[in-house]
């Protein structure tokens, strides 16, 4: 289908390697969100990209934490020096229209476990 | 600072009743408001939106109702079905600003 793809689904790390997460949008969505979500927890917010611009980072929690758009499409988070408290599931939407009013459509999370 | 709030982790009901799921905000400033539905290993996906310019929307079985002077908004199910056994995400958020979830209610339908 053409709904957003994230890859790794799942993902093991040692403490202390780096990882990269893909998030593939659907094609044409203006808007990008990444999210994190601990267990029990809901999904909350990292950063959003509008096109290839990242609007709002603010809720990246350390600078360990790196997202990209480069051609307002594909996204990579990049986490550095991972450590246990990373170890939680990464959440990627989209959005035809600019800012999050708009409905978001969700992929399926990549699970991040940090050993 | 948690700015929306589901108390309630969990609720049961019978198939064919209705369900109510709420939902408590504190940011007086937020201006749209969502409820998404979740199934194990999934995304969540989307399932209604109110704007606070609104009390209530209506799509099919689902509706929300909006109460700001109270800052809670609910989301009724009628009737429910047991294929609506999820956890549903109430969010909100202001302008072009993040979107906040709440911690998320598990319901169940029971057949």
């Known amino acids: 289908g053409a709904g957003v793809s994230q890859s790794p689904r799942y993902k093991v790390a040692k403490r202390g390697q780096d990882v990269a997460l893909r998030c593939d949008p659907i094609s044409g969505h203006v808007s990008l969100f990444w999210y994190q979500q601990a267990l029990g ?3 909350e917010f990292l950063t959003y990209f ?5 609007l709002d980072k603010s809720g ?9 758009r480069p051609e307002g499409s594909v996204s990579t988070l990049k986490i550095q020096r991972t450590q246990q408290e990373d170890s939680a599931v990464y959440l990627c ?3 035809l229209e600019a800012g999050g009013s708009w409905e978001q459509y969700f992929g399926p999370g990549t699970r991040l476990t940090v050993t | 600072d948690q700015q929306v709030k589901q108390n309630s982790p969990s609720l049961s009901v019978q198939e064919g009743r209705i ?3 709420n939902c408590d905000y504190t940011n007086s400033m937020f ?6 539905k979740k199934y194990p290993a999934e995304g969540p996906t989307f399932l209604i939106s109110i704007s606070s310019i609104k009390d209530k929307n209506e799509d099919g079985r689902f509706t929300v109702f909006l109460n700001k002077s109270a800052k809670h908004l609910s989301l009724h199910i009628v009737p429910s079905q047991p294929g ?6 109430c969010a909100a958020g202001r302008g072009y600003q993040k979107v906040t979830f709440g911690t998320g209610t598990k319901l169940q339908v029971i057949p």
């Open chain 2, 84 to 89: 609506d056994s999820a956890v549903y995400f």
């Open chain 1, 93 to 95: 939407a989209s959005s």
């Open chain 1, 60 to 68: 990246l929690p350390s600078d360990r934490f790196f997202a990209e």
């Open chain 2, 31 to 36: 201006d749209y408001f969502l409820w998404y």
């Open chain 1, 50 to 54: 509008q096109n290839e611009a990242q």
């Open chain 2, 19 to 21: 369900s109510i799921l």
């Open chain 1, 41 to 43: 927890q809901g999904p």
